[in-house]
């Protein structure tokens, strides 16, 4: 794999130990970009994660990681202060990723989704019991049979419990605003290389409301604004930003949303080429987007979706 980094050229990722931040990290310290990464997870995710970590280590790349609340100033102030020292006099950072994960997936109002008939009528046809042909068509599902999703049992949500004002602040700040004291205290120190490159990940939850996705949805068009500004007014620095919309992949953050088996589903059915974004596709971007060619692309929304967001139609 050639090396397309220079020594001393650093990656700094948040959220960087599953989903498209690992993935991520594995693109670049294939190219040899040493890597920073910051991720919260419990001792149990932590002993899981630990082999992930050896790999990336097995390109010969440099690694630090530190298991801390990124969206606490006291820990990104810490993080960065040893990014500082670990860094030195001349080595920067090219990349800054932000792929943060952790949002409040509760509705706003109480679920008032009608039932189903489709399941009830085709199982009367049939001759088989409704529930019988619902669970079978939920194993279906959980085995990736995208079609049998308007037969399976409906998504299930959370009731007595709806988001407030505090969910979508808490949530707009870790999914979204967050990126800004990141991008400011890594410029006050010095840190970016003189051509650096800060990354966002949206969804089309940013212009389509889901069930149970209002709060990241605010959080995902408030770091689109944040990015825009980004690139206007650190764009003199050398510093360029653009998002990242990802087509519906199957993350943990995905797993997360209540009734992601029929998102998955409906998305299979919709991208032109028939199966989910991966986090690898989304990886590979972030590569491209670290070249020096890509040095003129800044303050854009670039969707990595294999076509699924013009895709009208189900086949």
Known sequence: MARNFPDGTWALILGGSSGF????????????????????????????????????RGFGIELHTWNVDAISPAKRELVLDEVKSLLGDEQRIKVLLHSIAFGNLKLIAPDAAGERSAGRALAARLGVDAETLASAADELLDA????????????????????????????????????????????????????????????????????????????????????????????????????????????PALRAIPGSEHLKAQARLRNPGGRLTVPRDVANVVYLLSLEEAAWINGDVIRVDGGEHISGVTP
């Not at 007014?233 to 360029?240: S, V």
Request: aromatic letters at 8%; hydrophobic letters at 45%; charged letters at 20%.
């Open 21 to 56: 931040g690992l993935a991520t990290a594995q693109k670049l310290a294939e190219h040899g970009m040493n890597l920073l990464i910051v991720h919260r997870d419990r001792r149990a995710a932590v002993r899981a994660v630990e082999p992930e970590f050896e790999k990336l």
């Open 144 to 251: 990736g049979e995208a079609g049998v999703h308007p037969v399976a049992h409906a998504a299930v949500y959370p009731s007595g419990s709806y988001l407030d004002e505090d969910d979508f602040a808490r949530t707009i700040l870790s999914m979204g605003t967050s990126l800004l004291g990141w991008t400011q205290e890594t410029f006050e120190r010095g840190l970016f290389a003189e051509d650096s490159r800060i990354l966002g990940l949206t969804s089309e939850g940013n212009q389509v409301a889901w069930k149970g996705y209002a709060a990241v949805a605010a959080a995902k068009v408030s770091l689109e604004a944040l990015c825009r500004s980004i690139a206007a007014e650190f764009g003199p620095y050398g510093i360029r930003c653009n998002v990242i919309q990802a087509g519906v992949s199957d993350t």
